[in-house]
C-alpha cells in the first residue's frame, strides 16, 4: 500500500495542480448593467478560480468613422472632435481560451448625452463584430464615474479565429465633456477541454484526470513515460516536478 505522501505526489495529482497555472449598436441603449460586487475576501492572484483583466487606457483607441478624432485631455481621458456619430476602438488583448467574465466602464459625464462602451469579437473574414453582453451606459450626472457589467455566462476567447476589440461612442456630435478613461475587460483562465481519444493507453477518457493529463501533453508539459503510456499512479521525484513546473510557469531569468 502506498504511504500518504506518495498518495499526494502521484503524477495525477501534481499534474492537476500545475495546469492550474485555457458595426457598433453603441448608440442603442441597453439594459441597466448590474454593478460588480467586491469579494468578502481577497482572491487568489493564480490559478484558474482567479479573475484578473486587461485594461485598455484612452490612449489606445483609434477612431472608427470618418471626420472624428480621438483627441487626450492631456489628464488620462479622450474625448471626440469633428462631426456626426463618434465611436472608437481599441484592441483587447487577452490569453488564448480565457473565459471573458465581464468588463468595466470608466468615463467623464457632464452633459445631458451618454457615452457608452461595449466589448466585441471579430472574425477573420471581416463580417459583422459580435457583441459579448450588453452595452454599459455613463449616469449622466456631472463628473468621474464606473459601471460594470457581469456576463450572465462567460465567453471563451478563441484567438485562432478571432480577434477582440474595446468600442466607445457617444452615437451623436462630438462633445467635450463626454470623455472616458478606459476599459477593463475582466477573465479567468480555463483548462482545455478533454478531447475525445486519449493519448496514452493507461489514461482511458473515463479517468478522472484524463482532462488535465491532455491538457499538459498538449502543451508539451509531459511526453508521458513512454510515447503511449503515462503511468498516472506512479510518484513523481522532485526533478520530474520540476520539469512539469518550470514548462507549466515557462520559467525564465
Known amino acids: 500500500m502506498k504511504t500518504l505522501c506518495n498518495r499526494l505526489v502521484s503524477h495525477s495529482v501534481v499534474l492537476a495542480l500545475a495546469i492550474g497555472t485555457a458595426y457598433p449598436a453603441l448608440a442603442q441603449s441597453p439594459p441597466v448593467p448590474s454593478v460588480r460586487v467586491a469579494p468578502a475576501s481577497p482572491e487568489p492572484a493564480w490559478g484558474i478560480s ?34 456626426g456619430t463618434s465611436y472608437a476602438w481599441a484592441p483587447v488583448n487577452l490569453p488564448q481560451g480565457a473565459a471573458i467574465t465581464g468588463f468595466d466602464f470608466y468615463y467623464y459625464d457632464a452633459n445631458a448625452l451618454n457615452i457608452s462602451a461595449g466589448i466585441y469579437e471579430v472574425n477573420a473574414t471581416g463580417s459583422m463584430p459580435t457583441q459579448i453582453g450588453t452595452n454599459l451606459v455613463s449616469s ?22 478571432n480577434s477582440y476589440w474595446a ?3 457617444t452615437g451623436a456630435t462630438p462633445a467635450t465633456d463626454l470623455k472616458w478613461r478606459g476599459v477593463r475587460v475582466r477573465y479567468k483562465l480555463q483548462v482545455s477541454p478533454a478531447p475525445g481519444v486519449a493519448t496514452f493507453s493507461d489514461v482511458p477518457t473515463s479517468y478522472w484526470a484524463f482532462q488535465y493529463i491532455e491538457a499538459l501533453a498538449a502543451s508539451g508539459i509531459t511526453v508521458g513515460v513512454t510515447p503511449t503510456t503515462f503511468e498516472p499512479e506512479s510518484p513523481v521525484t522532485r526533478a520530474q516536478m520540476a520539469v512539469f513546473l518550470a514548462k507549466a510557469l515557462g520559467l525564465n531569468w
Open 167 to 169: 468600442m466607445v461612442g
Open 50 to 83: 482567479a479573475e484578473t483583466s486587461y485594461y485598455v487606457g484612452s490612449p489606445a483607441f483609434h477612431n472608427a468613422v470618418p471626420d472624428v478624432s480621438v483627441v487626450s485631455d492631456g489628464l488620462g481621458s479622450a474625448y471626440f472632435t469633428g462631426t
Open 140 to 161: 449622466g450626472s456631472s463628473g468621474f464615474g464606473s459601471v460594470s457589467l457581469n456576463l450572465l455566462s462567460p465567453w471563451t476567447v478563441n484567438n485562432d479565429a
